[in-house]
């Protein structure tokens, strides 16, 4: 079946303050609906690939046909990346930091929440050009990394519990070129309890 544009998990509105309606509903049905349309048009030369999720195909780049490796390294990376980025979203709540397994797990890593948050921001801002930062699992133990473009952390066999675009058609709208404002309000809608479940999946 043809990839689809998922549905956001709350309306275009409810990031706000920290991520303007406009913006949002631009980044979903214009950017991201575009990467969908790339791919699926990349996969209409060979039609049994339509059965694999994006996922797996963005994990198995080299497997795939030389002539449309490049379009699914794309735009297939841009609709993973961007289904994982909706829905570690929501709209910010008073205590907006990691409880359980993901809280001991940050700390055993990077020494603390706070550390984890310091680290990952300063990969965020550093991200020359477009792009995105990570929080990934390898093994047992948690990374932060930065991509290029709509590369995913999955073309690396690592697995992509948290990320942040800084494409700055992610931002630009509210916040121009200040990408460090966005990186900041941005921690006040991370969905905690999402990356939680995402990390035990990955630990699997």
Do not use: C
């Not at 039609?47 to 497997?63: G, M």
């Not at 992509?160 to 058609?169: A, C, M, R, S, Y």
């Amino acid at each position: 079946m043809e990839h689809k544009l998922p549905e956001l998990p709350y309306a275009y509105n409810a990031l706000e303050p920290y991520i303007d309606e406009r913006t949002m509903k631009i980044h979903h049905t214009k950017h991201h609906q575009a990467y969908i349309n790339n791919l699926n048009l990349a996969l209409e030369k060979y039609p049994k690939l339509f059965k694999f999720d994006v996922h797996s195909l963005i994990s198995n780049l080299p497997r795939l046909p030389g002539n449309i490796r490049n379009a699914v390294r794309n735009s297939g990376g841009g609709h993973s990346n961007h289904s994982l980025f909706w829905k570690i979203m929501r709209p910010a709540q008073r205590a907006s930091r990691p409880e359980g397994l993901l809280k001991k797990v940050l700390s055993n890593n990077f020494g603390s929440f706070d550390s984890f948050r310091e680290k990952f921001s300063q990969t965020a801002l550093a991200r020359f050009g477009s792009g995105w930062a990570w929080l990934s699992v390898t093994g047992s133990e948690l990374v932060i990394e930065d991509t290029e473009n709509q590369d995913s952390p999955l073309s690396r066999k690592r697995i992509p519990i948290l990320g942040l675009d800084v494409w700055e058609h992610a931002y630009y709208l509210k916040y121009q070129n200040r990408r460090a404002d966005y990186i900041e309000a941005w921690w006040n809608i991370v969905n905690w309890d999402q990356v939680e479940i995402n990390l035990r999946s990955a630990l699997k």
